[in-house]
């Protein structure tokens, strides 16, 4: 046998042994894939499928352009992303700034302003929603202490009501969001605020100039994120308000809810579907954004 042949035979031992190692790697990459495929198939797409089924008939639409409920629901999702968002990311984006300095008191009030964030929604609403009832609710009691005047009447007075909704869900997540751009503050190199300084800057320039260049693509990100999350919001509104008074706070997280509880199953499917214009350009312009 030649020592041509003998180095072709190995060659051909070494190509059959890494093609069987291969196609191990490959079965066990399979192996390994197919619970987390067998779960995003039964938990995301038949639950979408289905609910894009029972939502296929056009007349549901039809019916649901007719909903006085529906339409006070829509303008009231588009005051709700509006307000809450645009007040949430602007504290955010200030409290990141305040919570930089590195005094003992300013951490202690760091991890305060936390508490809201890492507790569960449902007892923390649910307690607000008492604390706000017109009879016996600790805040109106205090202000009869304080006035002599009986309160408001926070939660049946609908312009009230979706105002303290917002507020609700501001001071839930406001404090994630302040992380997130906390953390983009903390990644700018100090350098650059002590050369600024020694130019004689101000704070407002070293803001305008530093921080806010470094830190455009994480807001403008955090905030389509924060959009997509409000749209699906559904603890603010229901636990604060339960959609009233009657159905006048309603948003599309909660209207289908309400459809469920008539045992109009199919609008209540068609409003999921109506909510998803409000996403889908979101979750492009973020994708969009992130692939650059």
């Not at 031992?13 to 987390?36: C, D």
């Not at 829509?74 to 590195?102: C, E, P, R, Y």
């Not at 159905?247 to 209207?255: G, K, Q």
Request: aromatic share 14%; with cysteine; glycine share 6%.
């Amino acid at each position: 046998m030649t020592a041509t042949s003998i180095e072709t035979a190995r060659r051909d031992t070494t190509r059959r042994a890494r093609s069987s190692q291969g196609l191990s790697k490959e079965a066990w990459g399979r192996i390994f894939v197919t619970p987390y495929v067998l779960i995003f198939l039964s938990l995301v797409v038949f639950p979408v499928g289905y609910a894009f089924w029972l939502a296929r008939d056009p007349q549901l639409y039809v019916e649901l352009a007719k909903d006085p409920v529906f339409l006070r629901t829509a303008i009231n999702t588009l005051i709700f992303l509006l307000v809450a968002i645009n007040v949430k990311m602007m504290v955010a984006l200030f409290l990141s700034g305040f919570f930089t300095h590195k005094r003992w008191w300013v951490k202690v009030l760091a991890v305060l302003f936390v508490l809201p964030w890492a507790v569960p929604s449902i007892p923390t609403i649910i307690s607000m929603r008492f604390m706000l009832n017109p009879e016996w609710g600790v805040i109106n009691q205090l202000i009869f202490k304080l006035t002599t005047e009986d309160g408001p009447n926070w939660l049946n007075d609908p312009t009230l009501a979706l105002s303290l909704s917002m507020v609700v869900h501001i001071w839930k997540s406001l404090p994630f969001w302040t992380l997130i751009l906390l953390a983009g503050r903390l990644a700018i190199p100090l350098e650059l605020y002590e050369a600024a300084s020694v130019d004689g800057a101000g704070p407002w320039h070293r803001f305008r100039f530093i921080t806010w260049p470094s830190m455009r693509t994480l807001y403008v990100t955090c905030t389509l994120l924060s959009m997509i999350f409000t749209v699906g919001d559904f603890n603010s509104v229901y636990l604060l308000t339960g959609g009233g008074p009657a159905d006048l706070t309603h948003v599309l997280a909660t209207l289908g809810i309400r459809y469920l509880r008539l045992d109009q199953v199919g609008l209540a499917m068609a409003t999921i579907v109506v909510a998803l214009p409000f996403v889908l350009p979101l979750v492009f312009f973020m994708m969009k954004r992130l692939s650059r």
